[in-house]
């Protein structure tokens, strides 16, 4: 195998893209979006993922070639990499995408085309939405699901680290979709299915969304008896040999915030309604809410009114660590709309999203210097590591008083703000 084409260019695509490039592979990408083409075909990568642009420079025009369609001899592998989103209002998944690049990868390939789904689909929909649109071209498919499982962040490395789950549609295409991934990653598992594989992406990142509910349920309990969350989780965890408590935080991503009502969805479908998997998503999208409401009543507290205070958010990517100017499913987001009824005036700084996205979104795109000075309060939404390094003492001197810290993710020194004279509060606590 030495033709790869990869549809969608997004964060799953052109990183998949870059790493089968450096393995030796010849790799045609495509995408749809004439701006994600554009800035490609110059070189640019649209995204940051850490190596990705410096590994389509090195590439374009010789190992990577970037087009609207794949060339007219067809490839000996397509990989599937289309966003699938879940509707806003419904959250039913929307399969158009996946639906129209199978037809792309069938009227440019031939049945010897091995067809690989990576995008995260319903349990059933590659043999459901994939496979038909390539047996009405072709008589026959060769078709597997291999989903992605990195972070977004070390996306480079976790290609290569993680194992590569593969089901096939029979054992031929799981094992030269084995074959593939091999060339990749240490280490492959095959699994009996496509649907097994389908299954495994979307119960992974349910587990984790569950996993992290429980950790900002703790902090709500403990809220209510006006105790510390993190001493509660930490004394909880120290050598208990039982599974960890997670620390409480905001739970986002373009991954977390839909994959759990794909799986509710295709559950639901085969006659079964998950009992945690909603309930988990629910409390971790009330969390922004939460806070914004707390913040606004710290602010109204210590002020006595919200309208025209100054608020800085550091941090409005959806997560800090590993960073991302990913803002899909972002704490911020559904803050917003709370934050702008009080009245506030909002500065923002990030380290990776776009000034032009933070003015977008109505806040003046500042430096975490000029968004202290002269605010009566700060939030902190990311844990971007750099934020922890910031010289605290010098920036809350430039602060208004009575001022707000509010440090979503305890990663500022408590003592240090506290002894400004500002108010500390974190999730649940404060
Ligand atoms: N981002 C992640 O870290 C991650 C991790 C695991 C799984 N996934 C899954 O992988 C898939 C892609 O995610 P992403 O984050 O890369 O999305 P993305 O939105 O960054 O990229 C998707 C790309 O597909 C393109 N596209 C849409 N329809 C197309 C079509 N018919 N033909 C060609 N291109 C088309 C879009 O223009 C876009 O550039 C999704 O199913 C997602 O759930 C993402």
Redesign the pocket.
């Known amino acids: 195998m030495t033709t790869v084409g990869v549809?969608?260019?997004?964060?799953?695509?052109?990183t998949l893209a870059v790493a089968l490039a450096k393995k030796g592979l010849t790799v045609h990408g495509?995408?749809?979006?004439p701006a994600?083409l554009e800035a490609l075909g110059q070189g640019r990568a649209h995204?940051f993922e850490p190596g990705v642009e410096g590994g389509l420079r090195a590439f374009l025009g010789e190992r990577i070639h970037v087009a609207p369609a794949l060339p007219a001899g067809g490839v000996d592998a397509a990989v599937i990499?289309?966003?699938?989103p879940v509707a806003p209002d419904t959250h039913a998944p929307q399969l158009d995408?996946l639906r129209?690049?199978a037809r792309?990868v069938a009227e440019r390939s031939g049945p010897d085309t091995l067809v690989i789904v990576?995008?995260?689909?319903p349990v059933g929909a590659t043999r459901s939405v994939v496979l038909p649109e390539l047996v009405a071209c072709w008589g026959r498919a060769r078709l597997a699901f291999a989903?992605?499982?990195?972070?977004?962040g070390q996306?480079l490395r976790e290609l290569e680290e993680l194992p590569q789950v593969v089901g096939g549609v029979d054992a031929e295409s799981r094992e030269a979709a084995s074959a593939l991934f091999s060339r990749l990653a240490r280490r492959v598992v095959p699994v009996a299915t496509l649907e097994t594989a389908e299954l495994v992406?979307l119960v992974n990142n349910a587990h984790t969304d569950v996993i992290y509910s429980f950790g900002n349920e703790v902090a709500l309990l403990a809220q209510r008896w006006g105790l510390d969350p993190l001493e509660v989780i930490r004394a909880a965890n120290v050598e208990y040999p039982r599974p960890d408590l997670a620390r409480p935080g905001f739970v986002g991503?373009?991954?977390l915030s839909?994959?759990p009502y794909i799986l509710i969805s295709a559950a639901r479908g085969a006659g079964y309604t998950p009992w945690l998997v909603g309930q988990a998503r629910a409390l971790n999208e009330r969390l922004p809410l939460e806070v914004a409401e707390r913040l606004i009543a710290l602010i109204r507290e210590t002020r006595g009114s919200t309208e025209g205070a100054r608020l800085c958010v550091l941090g409005w990517a959806y997560k800090g660590w590993p960073p991302t100017d990913?803002m899909?499913g972002a704490p911020i987001a559904s803050m917003l709309p709370l934050l702008r009824a009080a009245g506030l005036s909002l500065r923002g700084h990030d380290f990776l999203v776009a000034a032009d996205t933070l003015r977008g979104l109505g806040a003046e795109p500042v430096t975490p210097e000029a968004g202290f000075a002269g605010a009566d309060a700060v939030l902190l939404t990311s844990n971007h590591p750099e934020y922890a390094s910031l010289d605290l003492t010098r920036l809350l001197a430039t602060l208004r008083r009575p001022a707000v810290l509010y440090d979503a993710w305890r990663v500022l020194d408590e003592d240090v703000v506290r002894s400004a004279g500002v108010r500390y509060a974190g999730i649940g606590y404060g």
Do not use: F, M, W
């Open positions: 549809i969608g260019l997004g964060y799953v695509g052109l495509v995408d749809t979006s994600v995204l990499c289309v966003s699938t995408n129209l690049a792309h990576r995008s995260t689909v989903p992605e499982r990195t972070i977004q996306a992406k991503g373009g991954c839909k994959d990913d899909r």
